[in-house]
Nanobody, 123 residues
Framework: QVQLVESGGGLVQAGGSLRLTCAVS????????MAWFRQAPGKERAFVAA????????KYADSVKGRFAISRDDTNNTVYLQMNSLTPDDTGVYFC????????????????WGQGTQVTVSS
């Protein structure tokens, strides 16, 4: 059984930074794509960033390119999302996802999800 646990969310002022963490357990490493999605109030869940454990190749939503960076720690089975220059539009619940065969931006492609962590950016 795979488990994903997000942490690191919080309240931050516009222009600030946060680093989200996704701890992967239940399986040593998921040799497929892992991603971050977010869901803003009243909106559908949207792709943020993803990479493939084997091929790397990070992919980012246009809205976060140059501001966010996805990375991983193979030793600790952890995935990070470094978020810089945050704006109120980045507010939402951020989810870690895993299990897609390749990097995909469609949330239906991912089999495993964490419970989410709230990020609130004040203006």
């Amino acid at each position: 059984q795979v488990q994903l646990v997000e942490s690191g969310g919080g309240l931050v002022q516009a222009g600030g930074s946060l680093r989200l963490t996704c701890a992967v357990s239940g399986r040593a490493l998921i040799k497929t794509a892992m991603a971050w999605f977010r869901q803003a109030p009243g909106k559908e869940r949207a792709f943020v960033a993803a990479f493939n454990w084997i091929t790397g190749g990070p992919k980012y939503a246009d809205s976060v390119k140059g501001r966010f960076a996805i990375s991983r720690d193979d030793t600790n089975n952890t995935v990070y999302l470094q978020m810089n220059s945050l704006t109120p539009d980045d507010t939402g619940v951020y989810f870690c996802a895993a299990g897609a065969p390749v990097v995909l931006t469609n949330d239906a492609a991912y089999d495993y999800w964490g419970q989410g962590t709230q990020v609130t950016v004040s203006s």
